[in-house]
Nanobody, 121 residues
Framework: QVQLVESGGGLVQPGGSLRLSCAASGSIFSINAMGWYRQAPGKQRELVATITGGGSTNYADSVKGRFTISRDNAKNTVYLRMNSLKPEDTAVYVC???????????????WGQGTLVTVSS
């Protein structure tokens, strides 16, 4: 089994910053792409940012220039640095990873439980 556990969400004022973390644990052989998605109340889940095992990144247009995704492969952890936050960034942020498990050797797409980010004055 593989688990993703997010942390770092909370309440922040407009213009503020937060850093989200997502740590993978379990029977892991390797992790391919990792990413962050978000779901606001009454809206569909949308891609925020992804990062490949080699470090290539992709961002939603709405967060380009404000958010930065990074990863620490030694810690099986992905981060999302969020700057210049806006009220429309309010959502549950969910971590995703493509994982090759060690035992048995197979590919899994794993999702975290999510962490709430609220941007409000």
């Amino acid at each position: 089994q593989v688990q993703l556990v997010e942390s770092g969400g909370g309440l922040v004022q407009p213009g503020g910053s937060l850093r989200l973390s997502c740590a993978a644990s379990g029977s892991i052989f390797s992790i391919n792409a990792m990413g962050w998605y978000r779901q606001a109340p009454g809206k569909q889940r949308e891609l925020v940012a992804t990062i490949t095992g080699g470090g290539s990144t992709n961002y939603a247009d709405s967060v380009k220039g404000r958010f930065t995704i990074s990863r620490d492969n030694a810690k099986n952890t992905v981060y999302l640095r969020m700057n210049s936050l806006k009220p429309e960034d309010t959502a549950v942020y969910v971590c995703n990873a493509g994982v090759m498990t060690a035992t048995p050797y197979r590919y899994l797409e794993v999702w975290g439980q999510g962490t709430l980010v609220t941007v409000s004055s």
